[in-house]
């Protein structure tokens, strides 16, 4: 049976009386509410357990109110909404539950949770990360150091969240507050006493890590992605900081690699260690004085020395089961989090970071030898996280570099030509085809990748752009491969599926080219 995270909810809740639950938000009162007791909350009537509160939200798209009486049905015993929604629901069929105002629904739903589950973040340890690319990574990272330490972690990501055994997709990056706070409510009862969350700008914006306070966080970088949402960087940058912000945290670990991380020292107010992976020279508190990776062993190694004059000598070596430079970035994050942040041993982070996997992150499918060619399935999917890639992969390549890429639709279009200039550049052999269309048209889509390669390539030179299916690229790129070439599948790392007009058909990268190679490059 496969679970989901409907089915992750802590099984010893204390209930707690629906007036002391949104005591300090309601903006009424009324004696309905008395001797309601509630034992979660959820903001999504497709997910109601009994005895929850249903936050009825104001969203982009519909009132939440709209979807209350069905929230009712499945077990809600009251609804939190706004004027609005109130308004809608007194309009409405009886809905047999009490209505309890409050000014922003939205805001108050993590608080809310956090409250319904006795408050389950402030019984762990906390570590967020933050940054355009590389949070799945460092978050990986740290869940590595935080395992080896015997901190029982639980990890929210991109690629999994998973609790002890379980291990689930999740359909987003940052979870909605409420299920956060039950499913580290449920972590706690299993003894968890750690949690790595990764935190999207998003989740900053729209409440969903409201009222939580992270023991360390992390600030990675600043690239161009989500424009669609934030229209300018001076936004997306503001939504990010707010993390390092004693908002949402005791300490941070800030990367001054770019002017975006060197803004953020600038106006951090909580105690805060700097680092760069990429300058020795950079004014950080820790720099990295050696690096190196290769893809035959799978690794990076890197040399971190702290350039505080308390400890002028020490350094570190890390070394991370991950190819590539931009890894450097996650390793040394992870680490000061760890150790600095949260003062594990720096022996026992270091064996952990040694043990990393991250899935769908170069991921090596086949490594090169006399019969088959270097295949990588990869997730970068912003020019900045696609060029730093090809780049790596550029230099360990004898033959040509061979790419299979494309862009998502319905987010960030401002980005797409810029995707496929980088790869025109930094690539032998482009292979154009589609990520997840969501409901634009493909073609649409394409062409405006097409149209930032062809400012590179106006011919279309080595240019093929396949408009039946991603398989049908994985396949045709890795069958024109010789040995000395790599393949690079970018984009779509270990997402399960590809979302074409809302409905998800099952697809996978690794399992695609994985099938793909052993029919055209057998190994016996
Ligand atoms: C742009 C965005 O982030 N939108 C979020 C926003 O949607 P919305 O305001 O449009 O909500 P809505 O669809 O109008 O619905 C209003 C309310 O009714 C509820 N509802 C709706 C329908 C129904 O049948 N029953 C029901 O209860 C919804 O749960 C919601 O609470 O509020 C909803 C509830 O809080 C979120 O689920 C939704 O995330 C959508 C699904 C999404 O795709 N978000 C992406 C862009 C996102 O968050 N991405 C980040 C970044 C990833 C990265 O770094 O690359 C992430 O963290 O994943
Ligand atoms: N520190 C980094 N800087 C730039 N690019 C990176 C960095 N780390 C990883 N990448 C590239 O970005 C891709 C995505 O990495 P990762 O999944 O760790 O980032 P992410 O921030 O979690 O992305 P998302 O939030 O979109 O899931 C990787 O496959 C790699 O190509």
């Known amino acids: ?178 299920v956060i706070q039950r499913i580290l409510a449920l972590g706690l009862e299993q003894g968890c006493r750690s949690a790595v969350i990764e935190v999207s700008a998003h989740a900053i914006s729209l ?31 503001a939504a990010k900081a707010r993390l390092c912000s004693s908002e949402f945290t005791r300490r941070a670990v800030i990367c001054v690699d770019d002017q975006w991380g060197q803004r953020l020292a600038a106006q951090c107010d909580v105690p805060f260690v700097t680092y760069s992976a990429y300058d020795p020279q950079a004014k950080a508190d820790w720099t990295v004085l050696e690096k190196s990776w290769d893809l035959d062993t799978i690794s990076t190694d890197v040399v971190l020395a702290s350039q505080s004059a308390a400890a002028p000598s020490s350094s570190v070596k890390l070394s991370v089961p991950v190819p590539g430079e931009v890894n450097v970035q996650n390793a040394v994050a992870a680490y000061l989090m760890t150790t600095w942040g949260l003062g594990l041993s720096a022996d026992q982070v270091i064996a952990g970071i040694k043990r990393l996997s991250v899935p769908g992150r170069m991921t090596i499918m086949s490594t090169r030898d006399q019969r088959r060619p270097l295949v990588i399935v990869d997730f970068a999917h912003t020019p900045e996280a696609l060029e730093s890639v090809l780049r790596t992969v550029r230099e360990l390549t004898p033959g040509r570099l061979i790419v299979v890429f494309g862009t998502d639709g319905d987010r960030d279009a401002s980005k797409r030509p810029d995707v496929g200039r980088v790869a025109a550049e930094n690539a032998d052999i482009l292979w ?20 930032g390669i062809r400012k590179v390539r106006p011919e279309l030179k080595d240019v093929i752009e396949v408009i039946t299916c991603r398989r049908d ?38 399992i695609v080219s994985a099938e793909v190679l052993d029919a055209i490059f057998p190994l016996d």
């Not at 966080?217 to 690239?223: A, I, K, P, S």
């Not at 154009?432 to 149209?451: A, I, M």
Request: charged share 20%.
């Open 473 to 510: 690229a994985i396949r045709e790129a890795i069958r024109s491969a010789q040995v000395a070439d790599t393949v690079m599948i970018t984009g779509k790392g270990n997402e399960h599926y590809q979302e074409f007009n809302g409905v998800m058909h099952p697809f996978e990268d690794t």
């Open 432 to 451: 154009v085809t589609d990520e997840n269309p969501r409901y634009e048209d493909p073609v649409q889509v394409r062409g405006q990748l097409l149209e």
């Open 1 to 178: 049976m496969s679970i989901s995270v409907k089915d992750l909810r802590p099984s010893n809740v204390t209930p707690v009386p629906l007036s002391a639950l949104v005591d300090g938000w309601a903006l009424n009162s009324s004696p309905d509410w008395n001797g309601v007791e509630v034992y979660g909350v959820t903001v999504d009537s497709h997910d109601v357990a009994e005895g929850e509160v249903f936050v009825a939200i104001p969203g982009a798209r519909a009132h939440g109110a709209q979807f209350a009486s069905k929230a009712v049905k499945a077990g809600a015993v009251a609804v939190v909404t706004d004027r609005d929604g109130a308004e809608l629901l007194s309009s409405e069929v009886e809905l047999g539950v009490p209505v309890v105002e409050v000014a922003d629904p939205r805001a108050v739903a993590a608080p809310l949770a956090a409250r319904a589950y006795g408050n389950p973040a402030e019984r762990m340890k906390l570590v967020g990360v933050t940054g355009t690319n590389g949070k799945t990574t460092t978050s990986f990272a740290s869940f590595a150091a935080l395992e080896q330490a015997g901190e029982n972690p639980l990890i929210f990501c991109t690629a999994e969240i998973r609790l002890g055994d379980v291990s689930i997709y999740p359909e987003r990056t940052t979870m909605e507050g409420p």
């Open 207 to 237: 409440h969903r890590i409201q009222g939580m306070k992270f023991d360390v966080v992390t600030f990675l970088n600043l690239q161009h992605d989500h424009l669609d949402y934030y229209h300018t960087m001076d936004n997306y940058f």
